[in-house]
């Protein structure tokens, strides 16, 4: 199918469900005053005559041309849109289902027609249940994005280790992950954020990493903010699947190694000590601890970089090891399984799907659907991981439900 003929299916597809949602918009209005009446129904076809005009500029315009964020935008109002009319149309369906079956009913019993003819009237019930329905999605992900996306929240959980040396008692520990600078909007937000975390004061620092998107030239202008990210013994990362450049098409296989060379160092200006499949010592009053790092190591689809056995070796004197691993999964795939004294786990990658709901112990998203270990912290054994939920976003620009994340974690003796 050439994407002439795509572009027009999907119009037509598009169109028709904007047909049936009109339908509703008629039938609630039908009793309005003649101004206001007119203005619901020709802004209902002006702001879909707009969004259909969007739609076609990300097909055949340059949605590159004026940022990616605002290709992100665009792309992610028409999906709230068209997101939205679908639950509208579930309502007028409904509607016309049972239309039908009152139809049928007086057909074949002619003697309970009504003497005002065969017409039946659309539900304004129904009507309004349907419009009602598709402005509440609408309104949630544009909240989302307005206030959702940087509405940053301190996570702190305590720890306890039977192996921590005593000079560590107490330490706190900060994680950053899924930074994903390249979808940014608000420099200022960002900037809060960080100014946030450090208020905690961290005395280590793991960044479990998707420093960008697609590209390293994404974090440039936000590298003076990051290199703010400090702490008294030390700030660490690792790379996620967004940092190698694989999604997306580079001109030749040296371009996009000079792309990941340029990312790592990026992670040097900002202060960040970027672990490639390998582990330091951090000492304290003669007592030490390791932190192991990997390359971004993931089940499924996702690339498998990391070196854990590589990273391992060596660290075995130290009482407590602590990994960063930028994918969860990797946890029950290799980290369980051979090396049960890696005390905990630090990860992100999910981003909790930037959707859900979570209060109190309750804790619902689509991304449970796909990972074991999706948010928050996980426990078997004696071994711990925590899953971070993201300090940015990818894809839509907000986040409902599902805060962009800050944690404290707390390790004390016992």
Known sequence: MSKVMALFFILAVLLLIDGYVFQAVSTISREWAAGWKTFARYGFWVFTGVTIAAIVWYAYGDPYKYGSQLRNLVLTGIVIVYFSKLFAVLFVLIDDVQRGIRWLARYFQPDTKPSGGNSIPRSEFLAKA???????????????????????????????????????????????????????????????????????????????????????????????????????????????????????????????????????????????????????????????????????????????????????????EAPVKLLLSHDPSHWDAQVRPNYPDIDIAFAGHTHGFQFGVEIGDFKWSPSQYVYKQWAGLYREGNQYLYVNRGFGYIGYPGRVGIPPELTIIELKRG
């Open 130 to 316: 349907a419009v009602i329905t598709a402005t509440i999605p609408f309104a949630a992900m544009t909240y989302g994005i307005i206030s959702g996306a940087h509405d940053y929240r301190i996570r702190r959980r305590t720890l306890y280790l039977p192996n921590l040396p005593k000079s560590f008692d107490g330490i706190r520990i900060g994680q950053l992950s899924d930074i994903h600078s390249g979808s940014f909007f608000s420099k200022t937000s960002v900037k809060g954020g960080i100014d946030m975390f450090m208020e905690e004061k961290p005395d280590l620092i793991f960044f479990t990493g998707d420093l960008v998107n697609n590209e390293t030239s994404e974090v440039g202008e936000y590298i003076d903010l990051f290199a703010k990210i400090k702490a008294p013994l030390g700030v660490f990362s690792v790379t996620g699947n967004h940092d190698y450049g694989d999604y997306k098409s580079w001109a030749s296989a040296a371009a996009k190694q000079k792309n990941f060379s340029a990312l790592i160092e990026a992670h040097r200006l900002m202060g960040f000590e970027l672990l490639m499949n390998e582990h330091r010592f951090i000492e304290q009053g003669g007592d030490k601890l390791a932190v192991i790092g990997i390359e971004n190591w993931g089940a499924g689809r996702f690339a498998k970089y990391g070196k854990l056995a590589e990273a391992y070796r060596g660290s075995q």
